[in-house]
């Protein structure tokens, strides 16, 4: 007996894609624009900064994996971006990513890395523009 039927694979990816692209979103959003507050950033990010890249990549990659355009690229260079993040940001304070606050780059790289692999799934500009 299958839990959820196999047909419903591309929309569960599709599913996945859009959620975390919103989610990537937020914290580009949130870099540059202010919004969501966080109070990490408060005093704002300069936009030509390494925060200020990340900041750009997470809005502009964050839109295109949302749409499913450029999709296994995008998601490619974002799971190498996060990749980079944790590394240079939480890998130093402690091995663990339960221990250093890096949950999110360690989960964020690995799904854009699937991502990357298996595409953007249904409903997506992907999808259409090979119709």
């Not at 919004?35 to 900064?49: A, H, R, T």
């Not at 925060?51 to 490619?76: S, Y």
Request: charged residues 10%.
């Amino acid at each position: 007996m299958t839990i959820i039927p196999s047909s419903w694979s591309d929309k569960l990816l599709a599913v996945l894609r859009i959620t975390t692209g919103l989610t990537f979103l937020q914290h580009g959003t949130a870099k540059l624009l202010g919004f969501p507050f966080m109070e990490y950033f408060k005093d704002g990010v300069p936009l030509f900064s390494l925060m200020g890249l990340a900041g750009v990549l997470e809005i502009v990659g964050g839109i295109l994996i949302i749409i499913g355009l450029f999709t296994r690229v995008t998601a490619f260079i974002l799971s190498g971006m996060m990749a980079v993040a944790y590394f240079m940001a939480h890998a130093p304070q402690n091995f663990f990513p339960a221990n250093n606050g890096g949950e999110a780059a360690y989960l964020f790289c690995f799904i854009f890395l699937y991502l990357a692999a298996a595409g953007a799934g249904a409903w997506s500009l992907d999808g259409s523009r090979k119709a």
